[in-house]
């Protein structure tokens, strides 16, 4: 199972924010692209960079700290979400060493984007459905939509994503435990994998989640646990792997 340590960017610093309120963060680091690196000495397999400012303003706003990054860590894959909306900033991001790219709020307003993407870029495109009460948020988790998220998820396997991250908004920068049901639910309603989301605190929690492996989940992206040191990352990872 992956262990994915988040790294989100805010005017250019590593941050956190509590369930998606970016009034509401906390700086843990001056310089992400040395915190990316902590995350690859401890043995992170994947990163997971979301443009905080970009997610908002609907274009990269810190895309030349994600291109530093994945210039400087080649051999770690990237998935990088926040302010996607066009294929040129797809293929900008891709040109620079990322592995794979998130789509979120367009693919819910603009659903036809998805299939055109996952056409033109095959491998290469996840999409984050994050979701509070199984109702999936748009615009940085600023508006609650009418889609229900297993729905949404069974129609972007259709158009060819990659993979899904499911992120329970309720709990997310909260550190009150993962929602391991809601996740396994979801995975098990579609063939494509399912990256969990949101909430993680502890050891407690990466077991609970190596559990539903076989239903898809093959992985789960951990931020404030892993900064606040609730939960040390080289054992989570040592966990993940016997899974």
């Not at 926040?82 to 294929?87: Q, W």
Request: charged share 25%; aromatic share 6%.
């Amino acid at each position: 199972m992956l262990l994915i340590p988040a790294i989100d960017l805010k005017g250019g610093k590593c941050v956190r924010l509590r369930q998606g309120r970016m009034d509401d963060d906390t700086v843990f680091s001056e310089d992400p692209v040395a915190m990316a690196g902590q995350w690859v000495k401890a043995g992170a397999k994947r990163l997971h960079l979301v443009d905080l400012d970009g997610a908002f303003a609907g274009h990269p706003k810190n895309a030349d700290i994600i291109h530093e990054i994945a210039g400087r860590y080649p051999d770690v894959p990237i998935q990088v979400g926040g302010g996607i909306r066009d294929e040129d900033t797809i293929q900008g991001y891709l040109n620079a060493g990322v592995e794979y790219v998130i789509i979120g709020t367009k693919a819910v307003s603009t659903p036809h984007f998805v299939s055109d993407i996952g056409a033109e870029f095959p491998g290469h495109i996840i999409v984050g459905l994050d979701a509070r009460d199984g109702k999936v948020a748009i615009d940085g988790w600023s508006k609650l939509s009418h889609h229900d998220v297993i729905d949404l998820a069974q129609k972007f396997e259709e158009d060819g994503v990659e993979a899904i991250v499911y992120t329970d908004i309720s709990r997310d920068g909260m550190l009150e435990g993962v929602n391991v049901a809601a996740t396994a639910q979801l995975a098990r309603s579609i063939h494509i994998p399912v990256i969990a989301s949101g909430g993680i605190r502890s050891l407690d929690d990466i077991r609970a989640l190596g559990e539903v492996v076989d239903d898809g989940v093959i992985g789960a992206v951990t931020g404030r646990a892993i900064y606040e040191g609730t939960l040390d990352f080289a054992e989570a990872q040592k966990i993940a792997d016997q899974f």
